[in-house]
């Protein structure tokens, strides 16, 4: 039985609300161990995240179902986790690896919570990388869009998988998809959005001579390159740098945004905010 706990949770902005958190986490025998909360005052929402222990190990549906009653009290949504279950992510790529190394490399070593049970793409390129981790790969051509979305979906429950990670699959996502795994879908865009959106950012952003570079993972909406932003990390650069220096610099910075962003994502400490997030650190 688990012992430690995460409880995320959002709702309109009155007083009392950590009040009645923790009462009930001291009523039901337990110890706050982290507490982290944010007012929106533009918007009146209230966002909490606590991490906690329980003195009896209990089941997640026993925690749950013993919340219940305070989270309606106060018209609460919330997400309530085991602290020390890995998150399940499937990771999606097409021809470029660094994103795809670097998150098995950190999973591999135990500096991401997560486990992948699986690695897709629509090219074959990156399936040794996979088999040197001794993760399934499967390749699913793009050519049939709806049988390869299809198939995803097949795999994300047949492996009860929490997260679908992006990491550099250079097709887009129907409709649908997004609308399937919304909320649990992260993307790396190799530029600092909102700038340099769509094809050859690099390239975009060389023609404009910037001094900045930069990565932005998001979660994954309809809206191409518009979903909540999680994560951004940048790069000074100069006039001597080329278009191709401009690529191979971000690749870096695009890795180590990624792997941050999910992360965050499989510690809890992202919460929906509209089309923004509130992020604890």
């Known amino acids: 039985m688990p012992s430690t706990f995460i409880l995320t949770l959002s709702c309109p902005d009155r007083p009392g609300l950590v009040y009645a958190v923790t009462r009930w986490i001291a009523e039901s025998g337990g110890n706050l161990l982290d507490s982290q909360?944010?007012?929106?005052?533009?918007?009146?929402?209230?966002?909490?995240?606590?991490?906690?222990?329980?003195?009896?190990?209990?089941?997640?549906?026993?925690?749950?179902?013993?919340?219940?009653?305070?989270?309606?009290?106060?018209?609460?949504?919330?997400?309530?986790?085991?602290?020390?279950?890995?998150?399940?992510?499937?990771?999606?790529?097409?021809?470029?690896?660094?994103?795809?190394?670097?998150?098995?490399?950190?999973?591999?070593?135990?500096?991401?919570?997560?486990?992948?049970?699986?690695?897709?793409?629509?090219?074959?390129?990156?399936?040794?990388?996979?088999?040197s981790y001794e993760v399934p790969f499967h390749h699913v051509p793009a050519g049939d869009k709806p049988a390869a979305e299809a198939r995803l979906l097949e795999l994300v429950t047949e492996l009860d998988v929490d997260l679908v990670v992006l990491a550099r699959y250079m097709q887009i996502l129907s409709d649908d998809l997004c609308r399937s795994l919304d909320g649990r879908a992260i993307n790396i865009h190799h530029s600092f959005l909102p700038s340099f959106k769509g094809a050859r950012p690099y390239q975009q952003a060389h023609d404009r001579g910037v001094k900045l570079i930069g990565a932005t993972a998001h979660y994954v909406t309809a809206d191409l390159d518009e979903g909540p932003i999680i994560e951004q990390g940048v790069l000074r650069v100069d006039h001597r740098r080329t278009a191709a220096d401009l690529a191979r610099a971000g690749r870096d910075v695009e890795a180590q945004t990624l792997s941050r962003a999910v992360q965050l994502h499989a510690e809890s400490r992202v919460l929906l905010n509209g089309a923004r997030t509130v992020v604890f650190d």
Do not use: W
Not at 44 to 64: C, Y
């Open 37 to 131: 909360q944010f007012s929106d005052t533009t918007d009146g929402e209230f966002f909490l995240r606590v991490h906690f222990d329980v003195v009896v190990p209990r089941s997640l549906d026993e925690v749950r179902s013993g919340f219940d009653a305070v989270a309606a009290e106060h018209d609460m949504t919330y997400r309530l986790v085991v602290a020390e279950q890995p998150l399940r992510a499937l990771v999606m790529v097409s021809k470029e690896g660094h994103c795809l190394n670097d998150l098995l490399y950190r999973q591999s070593a135990g500096a991401l919570n997560i486990e992948i049970p699986a690695i897709v793409s629509n090219h074959r390129d990156l399936e040794r990388l996979a088999s």
